[in-house]
Structures are given as C-alpha cells and as structure tokens.
C-alpha cells in the first residue's frame, strides 16, 4: 500500500503561483511514477502532469504546458507541482497519484492509489 497526502493548495489570483506537494508513504518502492490529476465541479477528473521516479522523465497535458512544472526529491518521496501563470480554469480539486506500472495510458484507472485532493481556487 502507497498512501499519498497532498498540500499546498489555496486561493491565488490569475496570474500567480502555487506550489503543491505530495508526500507518499508507505510502499513507496513499488512506484514507478507519481503524478497529479484536477477535477473541477461537474468535469471528469484529467491528467495534469506525471514523473517517473527512476528517470525523472516527466509528462504533461497539453493545457498546463510551459506553465506547470513537476519534480521530484527522490529521498523526501516527494513529488511538486509548480504552477504558474494560473488561470481561472485552472480551479479545481488536485489530486496526486501513484502508478506502480509502467505500462498503460494516463487515465485515471491506470493509477494505483490516491491522496484525498487539496483545493486550488484561481479568483480574482
């Protein structure tokens, strides 16, 4: 079992920068990647971004690119969003996940474990 807790979220204007952590724990060896996903009221949860935990190779939905950047601390078992230039389409519940396969698309089904979310609200 991996368990995995999100912080880090809250309130921030358009145009500013938020910074969100997740910690696992756990059986934090089987994990081949951690990644975020967001979910808005009434939407689908969507992949955000992932990072491989071997080779940090990192991925990103095309709505965050250039904008958001994901990494690791390897010995903290840490994984960071940094998000920037964010936008009011931007609110929503982010999740962090775990994926103990390399194998499989970026769907939500794909990963193996969850943390419980932390709230992003991008308003003016």
């Known amino acids: 079992q991996v368990q995995l807790a999100e912080s880090g979220g809250g309130l921030v204007q358009p145009g500013g920068s938020l910074k969100l952590s997740c910690a696992a724990s756990?059986?934090?060896?089987?994990?081949?990647?951690l990644g975020w996903f967001r979910q808005a009221p009434g939407k689908e949860r969507e992949f955000v971004a992932d990072?491989?935990?071997?080779?940090?190779?990192?991925y990103y939905a095309d709505s965050v690119k250039g904008r958001f950047t994901i990494s690791r601390d390897n010995p903290k078992n840490t994984v960071y969003l940094q998000m920037n230039s964010l936008k009011p389409e931007d609110t929503a519940v982010y999740f962090c996940a775990a994926r103990s396969s390399p194998y499989g698309l970026r769907r939500s089904l794909d990963y193996n474990y969850w943390g419980q979310g932390t709230q992003v609200t991008v308003s003016s």
């Open positions: 756990g059986r934090t060896f089987s994990t081949y990647a």
């Open positions: 990072i491989t935990w071997p080779g940090g190779n990192t």
